[in-house]
């Protein structure tokens, strides 16, 4: 099993940022992609980014693209969204989690496994 732990939400202001952890443990070398999804009151939840864990390669979704940056330290076994430039529609619970995938898609919600328990952004305008 991997459990993850997110940290680093809270409230801010339009244009405001803040930057989330998600600290993995447990058998993270059955994952090999690690993602930040999020949901919004009466929405479905949608994938924000992921990363892969062995190559850094990036994936963002189109309505954060430029504004987020995913990164990892594999050395702590942990994942951050560093979030700028953010807007009342960031607004959401953010979650973390943790998938080995082959060949699929990396920010289609249900091919992840483990999942944190969210952290709340709250962006106000």
């Known amino acids: 099993q991997v459990q993850l732990v997110e940290s680093g939400g809270g409230s801010v202001q339009a244009g405001g940022s803040l930057r989330l952890s998600c600290a993995a443990s447990g058998y993270t070398y059955l994952t090999n992609y690690m993602a930040w999804f999020r949901q919004a009151p009466g929405k479905e939840r949608e994938g924000v980014a992921a990363?892969?864990?062995?190559?850094?390669?990036?994936y963002y979704a189109d309505s954060v693209k430029g504004r987020f940056t995913i990164s990892q330290d594999n050395a702590k076994n942990t994942l951050y969204l560093q979030m700028n430039s953010l807007k009342p529609e960031d607004t959401a619970m953010y979650y973390c989690?943790?998938?080995?995938?082959?060949?699929?898609?990396?920010?289609?919600?249900?091919?992840?496994?483990?999942w944190g328990q969210g952290t709340q952004v709250t962006v106000s305008s």
């Open positions: 990363i892969y864990r062995y190559g850094g390669n990036e």
């Open positions: 989690a943790a998938a080995r995938l082959i060949a699929d898609p990396p920010l289609i919600q249900n091919k992840y496994k483990y």
